[in-house]
């Protein structure tokens, strides 16, 4: 089993930053891949962006590139989103995903630890 923790969601304004974080423990980090998902009110859970094992493989969402970087710390066992340039749009409850096979979590399909989510509320 993996657990994952979310943490730093809050209300913030439009063209604000905000760094998000997962907390992982359980089995070894470092053999997981991992991504961040969200789910908008009335929507789907839609990928975000992934991180591969090594950290050397990143994917990103077209409706956030450019303004979101994730990141892994497996000393820390933990993986992080930096967001910039937040809009209304980016108001979800953001979930941190593990699994082993990268595309599960790319493809957003089969993924198996989900985190239970920090909420990300964008204002205008």
């Known amino acids: 089993q993996v657990q994952l923790v979310e943490s730093g969601g809050g209300l913030v304004q439009t063209g604000d930053s905000l760094r998000l974080s997962c907390a992982a423990s359980?089995?070894?980090?470092?053999?997981?891949?991992m991504g961040w998902f969200r789910q908008a009110p009335g929507k789907e859970r839609e990928f975000v962006a992934g991180?591969?094992?090594?950290?050397?493989?990143?994917a990103y969402a077209d409706s956030v590139k450019g303004r979101f970087t994730i990141s892994r710390d497996d000393a820390e066992n933990a993986v992080y989103l930096q967001m910039s340039g937040l809009k209304p749009a980016d108001t979800a409850v953001y979930y941190c995903?593990?699994?082993?096979?990268?595309?599960?979590?790319?493809?957003?399909?089969?993924?198996?630890?989900w985190g239970k989510g920090t909420l990300v509320t964008v204002s205008s």
């Open positions: 995903a593990a699994d082993q096979d990268y595309n599960e979590i790319i493809n957003n399909r089969g993924i198996e630890y």
């Open positions: 359980g089995r070894t980090f470092s053999n997981y891949h």
């Open positions: 991180i591969n094992r090594g950290g050397m493989i990143t």
